[in-house]
């Protein structure tokens, strides 16, 4: 496991740290203590953000903690979040995780699915 500093890699903002306390805190969660932020094959767009709240690092994991907030990223998903901020937003359109990625060249219109 290694330590990255959150200038090297992505940062997560602090709605999406809060919703994230939030969610921790749910049954269906117990015993969890951290966000995995991924990048999978797959979308419309080539890759897409995967988001999973797990009980522990994997040996390989960038370990980040932003607002109190534990989050992992595996070193191959690192290499696209580089620069990248997760936030949470909430209006009348619903909730959502909203990845600003400044390597995505192109994007679904969800959102949820990108291209380098």
Same mark, same amino acid.
């Given at each position: ?23 921790? &805190? ?16 797959? *979308? ?49 359109? *619903? #909730? ?6 400044? #390597?995505? &060249?192109?994007?679904? *219109? ?7």
């Amino acid at each position: 496991m290694s330590e990255a500093s959150l200038t090297d890699t992505f940062t997560i903002s602090a709605a999406a740290a809060a919703r994230v306390q939030e969610l921790l &805190t749910l049954p269906d969660y117990a015993g969890r203590s951290a966000l995995r932020v991924a990048i999978e094959g797959g *979308g419309c767009s080539g890759f897409q953000y995967s988001y999973d709240l797990v009980n522990s690092p994997a040996p390989d994991d960038h370990v980040i903690l932003a607002h109190g907030v534990q989050v992992l990223v595996d070193p191959i998903s690192l290499q696209y979040l580089s620069g990248a901020t997760l936030d949470y937003e909430s209006d009348l359109s *619903g #909730n959502r995780w909203v990845m600003k990625n400044p #390597n995505a &060249t192109a994007r679904c *219109g969800c959102g949820s699915s990108f291209s380098v």
